[in-house]
């Protein structure tokens, strides 16, 4: 069996999520992507996937080999392209990786419309809670909201998102006021698996380089942005996020920010692609048809995030408790 073919539908039952779906994909019976599995796991002498009767899983060996996979795959499909003289037309498959709610909420609508512009190119989109290695899995773009440290990469700057934290109006007009970090202690916390369970970083105090550490309990965590904002806006606590997950609430008055004068420096978003993908048609076609709209698209999250003036709120009578 041909190593290459077989890479191929083992990507493709990745992609697709099991044997059946890879079986529909590529045209194949159920047997033949067993057995181009099959052939691959005793090709490297290691079992690279745990199948069940409905999905499967990589193991940390099949991890290794996917990405492996994924960069001989598009190095191939790029040096086809190239040898057929179709350098300069857009053509192929595309793939994008980002957050879930990036990908979700921002790139999403900019692909289909770019689907639609250039028919024929076709996109696969990652959507990963974690840092993706662009070259080692083969990815030709990365949608990125952190500060860049990795120099390997082409970065084209979009726009810019703050770290917040925010309240629905109804819970802060009925809990102790908020005027600096330490106030958090009274409150109940909303807190990300990611973005700190157990304290939460803010700038030094005027006179001082030490970032300030604030120990907070959650009554909540959550591993999704959509589940903190609804929470949130519900009135349960109070929570911190990227602004742009937030903006349409707080643009419409559901959430309010507070301790905006504590924020920490904003983070940079990029949409960023490895050395030399650029001249390839499909990336250089998206990278134009993209930021425009990206960076439009961040500039109205950053109007709409803007921090309003508290109302003045009374204070409350009698004794207020977290618990």
Known sequence: MDRIDAMKVFVAALDEGSLAGASRRTGRSAAAVSRAIAFLEAHVGVPLLHRTTRSIKLSEAGERYAAACRKVLA??????RQAAGEKSVPRGTLTITATVFAGVQVLRPIVDAFMQQFPTVNVRMYLLERAVNLVDEGMDLALRIA??????????????VRRVIVAAPRYLATHPRIDEPADLAKHHIIAMQHMGQDSWTFPPQEGSSVPRSVPIAPRLVVNSVQAAVASAVEGNGISRLLS?????????????IVLADAEPAPYPVHLVSPHGRLS???????VDFALPRLRTHFACLAKDAQTLPEPAIAPRRGRVSAE
Do not use: N, W
């Open 244 to 256: 742009y997950h937030v903006a349409p609430e707080i643009k419409q008055g559901q959430l309010r």
């Open 75 to 80: 190095e191939l499909e790029e040096a086809d």
């Open 147 to 160: 500060h860049l440290a990795d120099s390997s990469l082409v970065a084209h700057r979009i726009g810019e």
């Open 280 to 286: 390839v048609p499909k990336v250089r076609a998206f």
